[in-house]
């Protein structure tokens, strides 16, 4: 389903490429990763991370999360579902789309990138807004 973007906030979240992406640790407390990020056409946010990260570990226990876009003083909260993606080809199709945007370069062939995300134990949160709210 589509995400319903305020015009206004969709357009700060292309203007940026950095956030912070909290998630909810197993006791509770809260956990905060800096992260890179696009958006797909339907509006998520997707972020690659590794499989043993703690980001990684409490969306998969607790998908609910929250992101915050900044700049300077001025932020966007972003509040959402986490889906985790750790198969192929969505994850290596997802990660060219991630790689190319932070890089400014065309996309990989996805195909190509299977054996090096095995590697790095790298996998795909895609987290599906809720609710934004800009603080400015």
Known sequence: MTFAWDPDHRKYLDDH??????TGRADGSPQQSMVGYVVDDEG???ISAKSYTAKWKNALRQPKVSVTVPDGRAHLVIYGKAETIDEDPLRAELTAHIFAAMSGTEAADPTTLVDTLNEQQRTVLRITPTKTMYLG
């Open 44 to 46: 998520r946010l997707i």
């Open 17 to 22: 490429l950095w956030a912070v992406l909290a």
